[in-house]
Nanobody, 117 residues
Framework: QVQLVESGGGLVRAGGSLRLSCAAS????????IGWYRQAPGKQRELVAS???????DYADSVKGRFTISRDNALNIVYLQMNSLKPEDTAVYYC???????????WGQGTQVTVSS
């Protein structure tokens, strides 16, 4: 049974920081590309940051220089360090594990991030 469990969300003031974690089980984590997505009310889900199975990161322009994705393949965990948070970062953040061979996607349940002005 595949499980992705996000944690670390919360309420923070603008300019503050949060670190999200996503713990994976039931998959061969090191073979998966991992992405952090977010969805704000009334908006489509968007990709915020990703790390390939080799660890190569990529970021949406809106978060470049502020967010950092990292993964620990030994612990099956991916992190999203979010600094200099802005009110527009407010959203539910989801972890996604994508198998590039089977193209299967697995999603976590999401964690709420709220940034107050």
């Amino acid at each position: 049974q595949v499980q992705l469990v996000e944690s670390g969300g919360g309420l923070v003031r603008a300019g503050g920081s949060l670190r999200l974690s996503c713990a994976a089980s039931g998959i061969i984590f090191r073979l998966h590309d991992i992405g952090w997505y977010r969805q704000a009310p009334g908006k489509q889900r968007e990709l915020v940051a990703s790390a390939t199975s080799a660890g190569t990161p990529d970021y949406a322009d809106s978060v470049k220089g502020r967010f950092t994705i990292s993964r620990d393949n030994a612990l099956n965990i991916v992190y999203l360090q979010m600094n200099s948070l802005k009110p527009e970062d407010t959203a539910v953040y989801y972890c996604n594990a994508h198998n590039p061979v089977t193209t299967r996607n697995n999603w976590g349940q999401g964690t709420q991030v709220t940034v107050s002005s």
